[in-house]
């Protein structure tokens, strides 16, 4: 009987890539600013979750068609850990980073090379390298999540330590220990509360049976259907479950006197010592910290743009009333040993 | 390459010179071997004070959650394969000529694509199960839940059966009417004939079978990670991905290496004996057994088996691709820097099909060896060749990262690493079925063929590869299945831009996109379905 299905399943495999195919439209030829045109391939290592850098690669490649815009995605750690091995054998042009504490650890392994993107005077100083070898490109916040249907306005947590009381036991979603962000914040406590306390943090999480997904998407999924009452997220990530529709809010924590305020950090992007198209990496440094790059990612990705004067989105609240944790970049990466034990000794998945 | 009076000498072994084909077989030996002793070394040699944080912390923890998973989906395949190959080859059920194809097609879905679907029915709250039941009277009905031990379970039992369902159905084909008959006049009823004669009879077939699935569970990455079940596997995933430091993820791919490696040693002892079910030349079939009313329930249990192991899960896939077709956002969205389905496609072709081709090629030397100069050297590297069997994808990737960026870096960061890991992972299939082709080529041809002046090498073109050619291809069809379906070396391996189907359904999904992971997940099912028909076609119980 299977021999009569298959040219049914033939015929579907055509349809199903033809529908599917390439869709990039040619567009003018572009040119750098010294007018060279631009050309060859672009291999840029990513550590950001893939639909939210997309969107500006996709930009990229429309406005230079030369270029073949290669993506290797993957988690932060992981394209780092690559990028390590690959010191004496680079492959890649860019990367691109969900936090800061990865960008500064590489940048003293001489992984980059320093490169000022047009604008960079403009970008705030606590997002860029001193010796210009990465720089910030969005800031975004460490925030909780809740689904509104399930929460009431008066029962909730007001701080990250909170989330380690038993009346929120087998309600919780976050992102496990491979996820940079959730690294970075581990680092980040360390640094603002001590060692300790972040070391009870982690084990309160445990013992209220926290679940730990892979990734953020599916942690905003998940509140967003009632499958969690809260979720610990990157405050983009309430935006964009929002945008889809579900009844969830946004809690920025820890923001009483006395307490650590908020935790923020910040995609960064550096080119890589040894890159095979150094032009076309500064060119597209160049791209993602200007006016057009940033308001990709301010725009559909609910993203702080760290170039002043991008707008920001509209449902976006301003930082200016937040109060933000005072994080010292070099301290924390100090602590990235440390970060990694207590992950172990916690049993964090 | 042959030396004819060689042939059958089994006493006159001592003056016997090392044949050239020794030297091929050897070193492709030494490739397979290789990544599994390096990975030894490294966890040998790592740092005793993380030996000890490793056994204090996550040891017993991961060995106890693998051993479970292993002995739970091994029962449960051995149970429900034993049990469908039974209602299709011994009872009159009705359907059953169709029931033995659809019960074996989920071998064609890879079982972390089985999960994502049996996560996107069952997830509370938000599946679709849950939001079907909404507002009817079922709405308060307590469903299972989908992740942890059971979930992975399960879903692993569902798409792993097939393999023991097609070695316990050529078991049941192939057993002698006169065996049953003879119980039965002795005075035994059905069911203790069924225990005390056919379940013998089957019992090594099923056991090798059971073992290689174990193996399979030992390895599998996707459909852990998915459903949160921390294994070997998972925990090493998570050390790569997630650490800067490599020797931990080394110690764990070590142990894993030498669990996997008892196991496989169980597989190679029972391979020997299992040559009861050979079919001679008084085989008569054994008669079917009538259900009478029984039957109906029969054809509920195949049926059950094939909605949730096939029909439901391609139904769902067939479903979301379409809405994902008819939506150009999901379409545009499809596309990754500059590469869109169509290359995903053609990557996940080529490299397949280069590995099943090398795989093959590489295996002729050891077949050619082990099968016409029997003993102990060759019969070594036979099994050394097969060790691929018990490094996992994760722990192939690793040795592959550190060793080709030592020794071969002008290979690194192409996606002929991609390949080499699949050869390595997969080789043993094409070793064993190159084997089992030159076992039953008679030597008398190639003898014939060298008395006739032809050299070894015109004999090997012109009459062993010939007939051995349709062995070769079922072997690299294998190699071409399994290698489609890898996720975690091409993972971790793949250079930038080189997107296979695989490698796209598991990034989508772990974003949560079903409708873009749909399309790619359907093409990789119904590209797996073709070297699978070809494969079918020679089994026992398909064949007519």
Not at chain 1, 315 to 341: R, S, W, Y
Not at chain 2, 223 to 247: K, N, P
Not at chain 2, 278 to 307: E, M
Request: net charge neutral; glycine share 8%.
């Amino acid at each position: 009987m299977l021999h009569k299905l298959l040219p049914v399943l033939a015929t579907l495999t055509l349809i199903l890539s033809a529908c599917a195919g390439s869709t990039s439209q040619p567009d003018p030829i572009s040119s750098n600013q010294n007018g060279n045109i631009l050309s060859g391939k672009l291999i840029i290592y990513s550590g950001r979750s893939e639909p939210l850098i997309q969107p500006v690669l996709a930009a990229y490649q429309a406005k230079n068609p030369q270029i073949e815009v290669l993506l290797k995605s993957g988690s932060n750690s992981q394209m780092a850990n690559t990028l390590l091995e690959e010191k004496a054998n680079p492959q890649a042009d860019v990367f691109i980073t969900t936090e800061v504490f990865t960008a500064h650890a590489l940048s003293q392994e001489g992984i980059f090379q320093p490169y000022e993107p047009a604008g960079y005077q403009n970008l705030p100083d606590a997002y860029k390298a001193y010796d210009a070898s990465w720089v910030g490109l969005t800031q975004r916040m460490r925030v909780i999540m809740y689904n509104k249907d399930l929460v009431s306005q008066d029962e909730l947590p007001h701080s990250m330590f909170d989330l380690t009381d038993p009346r929120w036991k087998g309600q919780i979603a976050a992102a496990g220990s491979t996820n940079a962000s959730m690294q970075a914040q581990i680092a980040s406590m360390i640094q603002l509360v001590g060692q300790d306390q972040t070391e009870a943090w982690l084990k309160g999480l445990m013992e209220n049976e926290v679940t730990f997904f892979g990734g953020h998407s599916d942690v905003r999924k998940a509140v967003g259907a009632g499958e969690f009452k809260l979720g610990l997220v990157n405050h983009y990530y309430y935006y964009l479950q929002l945008g889809e529709g579900s009844n969830v809010g946004i809690i920025y924590p820890d923001q009483a006197s006395g307490e650590m305020g908020i935790i923020s950090n910040a995609t960064t992007a550096a080119i890589i010592n040894g890159s095979r198209n150094p032009d076309a990496a500064r060119d597209f440094l160049d791209f993602l910290v200007s006016a057009e790059g940033q308001k990709i990612f301010a725009e559909g990705n609910y993203e702080y743009p760290l170039l002043p004067g991008i707008a920001l989105h509209p449902d976006l609240v301003p930082t200016d009333g937040l109060k933000m944790a005072n994080i010292e970049l070099a301290q924390v990466v100090e602590n990235f040993d440390a970060t990694f034990v207590l992950i172990d000794m916690a049993n964090l998945p | 390459m042959f030396r004819t009076e060689a042939l059958r000498s089994t006493n006159r072994r001592q003056n016997k010179p090392i044949p050239k084909i020794a030297f091929l077989a050897g070193w492709v030996a030494l490739l397979a071997v290789v990544p599994v002793i390096y990975i030894l070394i490294r966890a040998l040699t790592g740092d005793p004070e993380l030996w000890q944080r490793i056994i204090q912390t996550r040891l017993i923890k991961l060995f106890s959650n693998t051993l479970w998973l292993v002995l739970a989906v091994t029962s449960g395949t051995t149970l429900l394969g034993v049990s469908m190959a039974w209602l299709t080859e011994r009872t009159d059920v009705p359907g059953r000529k169709i029931f033995r194809w659809l019960l074996a097609l989920p071998l064609a879905i890879p079982p972390y694509i089985g999960a994502i679907i049996h996560l996107a029915l069952l997830r509370p709250h938000g599946g679709l199960i849950s939001q079907w039941l909404e507002g009817t009277n079922f709405a308060s009905l307590p469903l299972p839940n989908p992740t942890g031990f059971w979930g992975a379970a399960f879903v692993l039992v569902i798409f792993s059966f097939p393999y023991v369902f097609l070695l316990s159905g050529a078991a049941f084909r192939s057993l002698n009417a006169s065996f049953d008959e003879a119980a039965r006049m002795l005075g035994r009823t059905s069911w203790q004939t069924f225990w005390q004669v056919t379940i013998p009879a089957i019992r090594p077939g099923i056991t090798a079978g059971a073992l290689l699935v174990s193996l399979d569970i030992l390895a599998e990455y996707g459909t852990v990670a998915l459903l949160r079940f921390e294994t070997f596997s998972s925990a090493i995933f998570v050390q790569l991905a997630g650490r800067y430091d490599r020797s931990a993820a080394s110690i764990l791919s070590g142990v894993l290496i030498l669990l996997a490696l008892v196991i496989l040693y169980g597989e190679f002892r029972i391979q020997g004996q299992s040559q009861f079910t050979q079919i001679g030349s008084h085989w008569r079939p054994t008669t079917l057994i009538h259900l009478g009313k029984r039957r109906i329930w029969g054809f509920l249990a195949l049926l059950f088996t094939v909605l949730v192991s096939f029909i439901i899960p391609v139904g769902l896939l067939l479903f979301w691709s379409a809405q994902g077709i008819l939506d150009q956002q999901t379409i545009s969205g499809m596309q990754i820097g500059s590469k869109g389905l169509l290359s995903f496609i053609f990557n996940s072709v080529w490299s397949s099909g280069f590995a099943a081709i090398l795989a093959v090629l590489f295996s002729i030397p050891i077949a050619i060896y082990v099968v016409r100069y029997p003993g102990k050297v060759s019969r070594l590297f036979s099994r050394i060749s097969q060790v691929g069997y018990a490094i996992p994808g994760v722990v192939v990737a690793l040795s592959l990262v550190l060793l080709v960026n030592r020794f071969l870096p002008f290979l690194y960061a192409t996606p002929l690493v991609v390949v080499m890991a699949y050869v390595v992972r997969y080789i043993p299939q094409a070793v064993r079925s190159s084997e089992s082709a030159m076992h039953q080529l008679s030597p008398n041809l190639e003898e014939a063929s060298r008395l006739l002046k032809r050299n070894a090498l015109q004999t090997f073109v012109q009459v062993t590869l010939p007939l051995i050619l349709p062995g070769l291809l079922a072997g690299s069809a294998l190699v071409f299945l399994s290698s489609l379906k890898e996720l975690p070396a091409t993972l971790l391996l793949r250079p930038a831009g080189f997107e296979t189907l695989a490698v796209r359904v598991w990034i989508w999904t772990e974003e949560g996109f079903y409708l873009q992971a749909a399309p790619a997940s359907l093409l990789l099912v119904v590209i797996s379905i073709i070297p699978l028909y070809f494969l079918l076609r020679r089994e026992t119980i398909f064949r007519q």
